[in-house]
């Protein structure tokens, strides 16, 4: 048994968006002009905010069946085309919760090799939360780590994975770090790998989607992430554990490969999904969501019918 671990108030800047797509035509000079008429005051997150409005698909309430965005934080991309379809407080900075296993796994698999033999610790096995009851001592190739902390979230494998590659996880911290200021995440900061509430954790809908993109790009993860099932076995011993996704999306709409749940008291409960369908290729970015299967769903397929490929005449 594996213990998982895992308002409608739209955006601000709605009638702005309306009025720029209705003079798109215009080209990119006219959204530049936008932006330099912008006046001093106003932050450079403002900023970042209004250039992105001018991309994004207006929505109406009649296209979701709630009248209260039933989550804290929301985005929705088409990723071919790089529009915004749907986004509520997409900026935000929130607690990621297990959300924070992508950025775990992006760095183990640039700085570790997946043939690696790697031994549980007493802190890993010691993991609360979701776990696999991994024991001290026993050792398992980097590899079936890597599929219990995507696939089940599993704590004590992440924190296994982790030690093995940064040494321990306040240099691992380090590395996911690095990797942020590199990537350009400017909402974001991790104090721990595995994805526990903590003031200096957080990051935002935003942030969480460019991550996922750079993450899907590499073809370990990405496989990884599509899994339902798998089984692994470590080296040292003959004790299997059997892997099932907390993606419930998975096997159930057409198209999904991934990405993650999450889930903390502070974090509430959390989704990245990615769905490539009918031409169109959906990401997904939900934080703190008592609903979020149910918003998912509604979401994916306002996605998938505005972003439908228009039939060539």
């Not at 308002?7 to 000079?29: E, F, P, S």
């Not at 903590?198 to 590499?218: C, F, I, R």
């Not at 769905?275 to 979020?292: A, K, M």
Request: hydrophobic fraction near 40%; aromatic fraction near 4%.
């Amino acid at each position: 048994m594996v213990a998982h671990q895992d308002g409608i108030q739209y955006d601000r800047g709605t009638r702005k968006r309306r009025q720029a797509i209705g003079v798109v035509g215009l080209g990119v000079a006219l959204s530049l002009c936008l932006i330099t008429m912008l006046p001093d005051v106003v932050s450079a997150k403002d900023r970042r905010h209004h250039r992105a409005s001018i991309h994004s698909v207006s929505s109406s309430q009649q296209d979701f069946p709630w009248k209260k965005v039933p989550a804290n934080s929301v985005l929705l991309k088409e990723l071919r085309s790089g529009r915004v379809l749907y986004q509520h407080e997409s900026e935000k900075r929130l607690s990621p919760a297990s959300l924070t296993k992508i950025m775990s796994a992006l760095v183990i698999l640039e700085h570790g090799r997946l043939d690696e033999h790697a031994t549980v610790s007493k802190n890993a096995a010691r993991a609360p939360k979701t776990h696999l009851r991994l024991r001290t001592g026993e050792v398992f190739r980097l590899d079936d780590l890597l599929k219990a902390m995507l696939i089940v979230s599993a704590n004590d494998a992440c924190l296994a994975a982790v030690e093995h590659v940064g040494g321990t996880e306040e240099q691992f911290v380090e590395m996911m770090n690095a990797k942020v200021a590199q990537l350009g995440l400017t909402d974001t900061h991790f104090s721990n790998g595995c994805g526990f509430d903590g003031p200096e954790h957080y990051s935002t809908a935003e942030d969480l989607a460019k991550l996922s993109e750079v993450a899907m790009q590499n073809p370990v993860f990405r496989e990884l992430v599509r899994e339902e099932r798998d089984l692994i076995m470590p080296v040292s011993g003959h004790r299997p554990y059997l892997l099932h996704t907390t993606n419930r999306l998975l096997g159930r709409i057409p198209g999904v490969e991934g990405v993650k749940t999450g889930f903390t008291s502070k974090a509430g409960r959390c989704l990245i999904a990615k769905v490539s369908q009918n031409g169109s290729d959906l990401l997904l970015v939900i934080l703190n969501s008592n609903r979020r299967w149910n918003i998912a769903q509604s979401l994916i397929s306002y996605g998938l019918r505005v972003s439908e490929p228009v039939p060539v005449q």
